[in-house]
Nanobody, 123 residues
């Protein structure tokens, strides 16, 4: 399984950005986005089950970020609106093992990781 995250960049506070996570080489049910800000631990951002059900969001991004998918393109997106300087981080997409259907917030529960894409939000 390979995951490739892209779409990061430098934006100003209040701007929007959409990250993409392209998947290949396998199938899975649960995909999530995480981020690591400078000097901080990797933290959960959002996750959902590709087969349905509600998405889960960190409180810090709820109402501003939206996770979605395009099954035909094997791609998961993270639409980020109202970006804040504190959203600055390297963003990673990740997937749980293929048989798992439960969403998890802990990075340790995800086996497959993309390489990360940097999002920088200036004030």
């Amino acid at each position: 399984v390979q995951l490739q995250a892209f779409g990061g960049g430098l934006v100003q506070a209040g701007d929007s950005l959409r990250l993409s996570c392209a998947a290949s080489g396998g199938t899975f049910n649960v995909v999530g986005w995480f981020r690591r800000a400078p000097g901080k631990e990797r933290e959960f951002v959002s996750a959902f089950n590709l087969n349905g059900g509600s998405a889960v969001y960190a409180d810090s991004v709820k109402g501003r970020f939206t996770i979605s998918r395009d099954n035909a393109k094997n791609t998961v997106y993270l639409q980020m609106n109202g970006l804040k300087p504190e959203d600055t981080a390297v963003y990673y997409c990740a997937a749980r093992p293929s048989r798992v259907t439960v969403i998890a917030r802990s990075p340790s529960q995800y086996n497959y990781w993309g390489q990360g894409t940097l999002v920088t939000v200036s004030s």
